[in-house]
């Protein structure tokens, strides 16, 4: 019997992982076992409660304004007993969180095997994402299996070293995950919004908005915050412009003293999983910062302009179904006109291919899994 931990702490991490974890589920051979961090522990729950998932580890490690240094030192302090009393033969990984960067150099002080799903993603600067490409990077030097979701992903990985043989390239369980989601109802709570706002095609448009990393903290958030007020003046009438917000007060506070009051901007706490999938499929374009609804939106089709200076997703880039605008309001505002007021352009990005896979990445995953295991057991320190 393979025994494989899972850990993970964020709700980004929980919709990748879902997929593989139900596919590690339904073989026999297998004793899969679940441990969440809880970095994120409301967003978290969430998506615990709608895949059916029940961590048999809560750490829950999530504090009140907790420093990077607070979490990393914690997920160490407590996951360590764990590992030496559980003993897995592998713990599995997901992208690219504090989570991941510590849970894997934590199995490795313990010679526990490493799987590193969505691994090879670059952007080839430090600083951004911050703190992620140094948390990935770590990942892939300790991981002893690579999960790529694309092929620029396993070209990423060769060039610092890493074996053909430690590599499988098995696409992005987070488009396994979407497929689940769109299968299910509209929550009652949307379809409500959508009918409140007026939004259906050939009335109003919606422009979803998601903007909260930490490189974008200050002036950046603020010119991100002024574009969108450009944009409601431009079209009152014809757009909704909705936002929900993250809790953190760094984006909080810019974006209401920016923001409130603007008869057709909403701001919204932040969604549970469902509803913002479904928000995402009923808008007509996405504007975010955020990696995983880059690969998201690509699923869905919808037009998304990257409010980043560098992406790791460079994939959706020339697929065409991503641009890269940054910050800067002027650019913001023109590129998202361009895509409302000329329709060729909109139907090129909206019509675009899906490079991050094609929805049965879990199933490799735990296929690559079991074949390394065969092969290459047991592991050589």
């Not at 897995?88 to 095997?113: E, K």
């Not at 990935?136 to 300790?142: E, H």
């Not at 007060?249 to 701001?267: M, S």
Request: hydrophobic share 40%; net charge negative; glycine share 6%.
């Amino acid at each position: 019997m393979l025994r494989v931990l899972s850990i993970f702490g964020t709700r980004p991490e929980a919709v990748k992982m879902a997929p593989v974890i139900q596919a590690l589920r339904v073989r026999p051979e297998i004793e899969s076992r679940i441990c969440v961090t809880a970095q994120h522990r409301q967003m978290l729950d969430q998506v615990l409660d709608l895949f059916d998932l029940h961590p048999d580890f809560d750490l829950d490690l999530m504090r009140h304004d907790q420093t990077l240094a607070d979490l990393t030192a914690e997920i160490f302090t407590r996951l360590d007993p764990l590992l030496k009393k559980e003993k897995p033969d592998w713990i599995l990984v997901q992208g690219d969180t504090t989570t991941v960067m510590a849970a894997s150099l934590n199995a490795f002080y313990h010679h526990i095997r490493v799987g590193h799903v969505e691994a090879g993603l670059r952007t080839g600067d430090r600083s951004q994402p911050f703190p992620e490409e140094i948390n990935r990077r770590v990942a892939s030097v300790v991981a002893d299996l690579h999960f790529a979701p694309t092929g620029r992903a396993v070209a990423n990985l060769q060039t610092e070293g890493i074996p053909d043989w430690r590599i499988a390239l098995t696409g992005n369980p987070v488009i396994d995950a979407l497929n689940a989601i769109i299968s299910k109802p509209v929550p009652a709570a949307v379809r409500d919004f959508l009918k409140e706002k007026d939004i259906r095609p050939g009335w109003k448009k919606m422009i979803l908005v998601t903007a909260h990393r930490r490189e974008n903290f200050g002036a950046p958030i603020e010119s991100i915050c002024l574009a969108i007020r450009d944009l409601a003046s431009a079209y009152p009438e014809q757009v909704e412009l909705v936002y929900p917000v993250h809790l953190n007060p760094n984006i909080q506070e810019p974006v209401h003293r920016l923001l409130d009051g603007i008869p057709n901007v909403t701001l919204l706490p932040p969604l549970e999983y469902l509803s913002l999938v479904h928000l995402m499929r009923a808008s007509e374009l996405v504007l975010t910062d955020s990696g995983g609804i880059q690969e998201e939106a690509t699923g869905l089709g919808k037009p998304t302009l990257v409010l980043r200076e560098v992406t790791e997703r460079p994939e959706g880039l020339e697929a065409g179904v991503l641009s890269l605008v940054g910050t800067d309001r002027e650019r913001i505002v023109q590129e998202t006109e361009r895509l409302l007021e000329d329709r060729v352009a909109y139907e090129k990005m909206a019509h675009a291919s899906n490079p991050f896979g094609d929805g049965h990445a879990s199933e490799k995953i735990v296929s690559a899994l079991l074949a390394f295991q065969e092969q290459f057991s047991p592991p050589a320190f």
